[in-house]
Nanobody, 114 residues
Framework: QVQLVESVVGLVQAGGSLRLSCEAS????????MGWYRQAPGKQRELVAS???????NYADFVKWRFTISRDNAKNTIYLQMNSLKPEDTAAYYC????????WGQGTQVTVAS
């Protein structure tokens, strides 16, 4: 079992950057998969990026070359660096961990103003 707490970010102008963090309540060293989903109003939740315990990463096509996921096992935290943000990136972003059951953070709102 694990609790996940995402950082609070808020509003940014288009073209700007934000970094999301997700801190786990236990060591993440042995957690095979962690990552981020997002959900915009009226849309389904979609995978943004994931990272394995070995550091392998996977990105949705719509964020490739703009977003970078990373993990710091010493801090039990994963990050999502988001650059070149677009208004269509506006959504609630959710951190998850697979243990193998899926655990979720409470979500953090990202709003990108045009």
């Amino acid at each position: 079992q694990v609790q996940l707490v995402e950082s609070v970010v808020g509003l940014v102008q288009a073209g700007g950057s934000l970094r999301l963090s997700c801190e786990a309540s236990r060591t993440i060293f042995s957690i095979n998969a962690m990552g981020w989903y997002r959900q915009a109003p009226g849309k389904q939740r979609e995978l943004v990026a994931s990272i394995t315990s070995s550091g392998s990463t996977n990105y949705a096509d719509f964020v490739k070359w703009r977003f970078t996921i990373s993990r710091d096992n010493a801090k039990n935290t994963i990050y999502l660096q988001m650059n070149s943000l677009k208004p269509e990136d506006t959504a609630a972003y959710y951190c998850y961990a697979t243990l193998p059951w899926q655990y979720w953070g409470q979500g953090t709102q990202v709003t990108v103003a045009s």
